[in-house]
Every structure is written in structure tokens, then in C-alpha cells.
């Protein structure tokens, strides 16, 4: 399987302080992405890095890309209730046509 | 610009019966991409099309099946249902070719009695 896996698979953190979450995936890459899911709803993109990129920042998001390793990690800065959900992210098997998407960490942010 | 529009949002539908599952991408998208979800296999890659031909499959039986339409609409179809096939399924439409951004619908929660 393709798929990734994320770690940790749920995260429990108060309002304010930082969520780390990490992504693990098997094949080459062109790039890795993540995307946010609120409970039963779609998912939402959030970044993209592409495999020559070792590090990207959005807002309060910050993504690095470890391709030796074959690894990627999402901080989200000063999280607020707000950012509950869960967070997979996705790599594109070095150049198919679709994207794998990784098991997912659930979120949650404690007001 | 609307978003993908996945009908219905909730169906339930008993063993043994089909359904049939419609996207509407974003406009200008030619390339539309199907996954189910569940709580225990995840994301599955079912199927993507793109100028009405599937370009790739993922891993599922022949009961499932899909197509697209000129205007880029899509459905699919699962056949003969089974009590595993109660999932999300999720369509997402792309702009381009390669491999960039996926965006999706709100989903279609389907139930298997």
C-alpha cells in the first residue's frame, strides 16, 4: 500500500499552545500535501510542498519534508478551538495521477 | 466560483441494492477523483477521471464502477451492496494534470442495511 501514516493518530491540546503532527510515507514523491476534515465533511486543502522544498509556511502553519527519511511534519502555531479536526497528508506516489492519503491524526483543541 | 457539489449528502439503502453517486466539479475542472472513507481503511483511492476517461483505478471490486459525462460531471456506481460498502465517498476536482491540489465535496454518507 501507498498509504501513509500519520503520528500521533490523536492529539489533545489547549488552546493557545503549539500541535505538531508527522507524516509517513513509502515511495518517492513530487510533492506532499496536507488537508484538514472536519467531523463527516470533506477535506480541505491546506499546503503543499514539493519534494526539492525542505521547509513552507501559511499562516500559522509550518511544514517541512524530510525526502531521505521519507517523512513530513505540520506544526500548527498558537492553535485555537477552532483548528479541531483531523489532519492527513497526502503524497502523490512520485508522479500518479492521484493522490495516497495517510491515516490521519485527530486534533483536539481544549478552550 | 461554487464548489464540488456531491448529491445526495445521505442515503441508505439496504444489501444487495445499487446506488448511484453524482459530483459536480468545479468549473473548469476536468479531472475528478473518487475516495471512500471509513473509520477502519481511511481514505481509498477508488477511482479518477479526466476528459471522460478513467486514467486510474485503485484497489476495489468490479461492483464499483464509475464514469464521466462531457461536462466533467461524474457518478459512480457500486452494485449489489454490501453492509462494508457503508462509507463516506468523497469526489474531488482538480484543475490541472499533475498531481496539485484536490478539492473536495462535503460527501455523499451512504448506509448499507
Known amino acids: 500500500s501507498q498509504q501513509g501514516e500519520e503520528d500521533p493518530q490523536a492529539l489533545s491540546i489547549q488552546e493557545g499552545e503549539n500541535a505538531t503532527m508527522n507524516c509517513s510515507y513509502k515511495?518517492?514523491?513530487?510533492?506532499l500535501q496536507w488537508y484538514r476534515q472536519n467531523s463527516g465533511r470533506g477535506l480541505v486543502h491546506l499546503i503543499l510542498?514539493?519534494?526539492?522544498?525542505r521547509e513552507k509556511h501559511s499562516g500559522r502553519l509550518r511544514v517541512t519534508l524530510d525526502t531521505s527519511k521519507k517523512s513530513s511534519s505540520l506544526l500548527i502555531t498558537a492553535s485555537r478551538a477552532a483548528d479541531t479536526a483531523s489532519y492527513f497528508c497526502?503524497?502523490?506516489?512520485?508522479?500518479?495521477?492521484?493522490?495516497?492519503f495517510g491515516t490521519g491524526t485527530r486534533l483536539t483543541v481544549i478552550p | 466560483k461554487a464548489g464540488v457539489t456531491q448529491t445526495p449528502r445521505y442515503l441508505i439503502k439496504t444489501r444487495g441494492q445499487q446506488v448511484t453517486l453524482s459530483c459536480s466539479p468545479i468549473?473548469?475542472?476536468?479531472?475528478v477523483s473518487w475516495y471512500q472513507q471509513t473509520p477502519g481503511q481511511g481514505l481509498q483511492f477508488l477511482f479518477e477521471?479526466?476528459?471522460?476517461?478513467?486514467?486510474n483505478k485503485g484497489n476495489f471490486p468490479g461492483r464499483f464502477s464509475g464514469r464521466q459525462f462531457s461536462n466533467s460531471r461524474s457518478e459512480m456506481n457500486v452494485s449489489t451492496l454490501e453492509l462494508g460498502d457503508s462509507a463516506l465517498y468523497l469526489c474531488?476536482?482538480?484543475?490541472?494534470?499533475?498531481?496539485?491540489?484536490?478539492?473536495f465535496g462535503e460527501g455523499s454518507r451512504l448506509t448499507v442495511l
Open positions: 474531488a476536482s482538480r484543475a490541472g494534470t499533475a498531481s496539485g491540489e484536490l478539492f
Open positions: 468549473s473548469g475542472h476536468r479531472s
Open positions: 477521471y479526466f476528459s471522460e476517461t478513467q486514467r
Open positions: 510542498i514539493r519534494s526539492n522544498e
Open positions: 515511495t518517492s514523491i513530487n510533492n
Open positions: 497526502a503524497t502523490d506516489g512520485g508522479g500518479a495521477n492521484n493522490l495516497f
